[in-house]
């Protein structure tokens, strides 16, 4: 699987609905996370799958939308943009994959400072949700 893949698979992903069984056929066993507002990375397919889950539950919708990407041989950069509770939220997911196709590492940024704090106030809520 190529990046080019990888992407086509990611928005598939996001496309579908955020079905867990998709998601987790995209992760490598040792995918790390960089959350925009959690310090550490979050390392492992478990902990990656929980906070991906979560923020395609949290971002995705009717008025998430990617606008532009970049990609370049395993890794890809997609500029993305949603409406969460009445705030504008514009984001990158810098996405990388390893030899065997699977995402190795994923990171988000987010802009602006209050689009940063409702997603943080609303992802802990889609991830307590899940730990229950």
Known sequence: MTAHSGVAAWHAYMAGGGDPEALKALLAEDAVFHSPVVHSPQAGRDKVFAYLHAASHVLGGDDFRYLREIVDGDQAMLEFQTILDGIQINGV??????????????????????????VWEKMGEMLAAQAR
């Open 93 to 118: 997911d810098i996405i990388r994959w390893n030899s065997d196709g699977k995402i190795s590492d994923f990171k988000v940024m987010i802009r602006p400072l209050k689009a940063i704090n409702k």
